[in-house]
């Protein structure tokens, strides 16, 4: 027999249903992203008698690098400080699409068991 009112469980699994989308939704609002972190470094030069030799705060730079691992090395790529922003913006992208994974998979997690046991439930039905 058909409900016309939904049930408390309905409620649940739509308002699980709507979360999702709405997940997806800001998945689908992410640039081009990358692993890694964008390092900003002050560097002494080779120069003994150079300030920066002695004073932290006359050192060169900042000079940036984007370091990321692959296969268990890590990698370091020299940047020009105009490149720097671009990169901290892909690497930004790739933390929140990780974070948009973590959510998605942990209200899965919970939407599905509902669904598990309605399955199991028409099954003792027949
Ligand atoms: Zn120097």
Known sequence: MKQSNPTHKDTITTSY?????SLKRELEALGYFCKGTVLKRMMKCGQKRCACQHDSSMRHGPYFEWTYKAKG???NIRLQ???????????DEYRKLKSLLTRMERLSRTAIAPLARKALSN????
Not at 17 to 21: I, L, N, S, T
Not at 81 to 91: I, R, T
């Open 123 to 126: 099954l003792e039905k027949i």
């Open 17 to 21: 249903a709507e979360r999702f989308v």
């Open 73 to 75: 090395k890590t990698i």
């Open 81 to 91: 400080p105009e490149e720097a922003p671009v990169y901290q913006k892909a690497v």
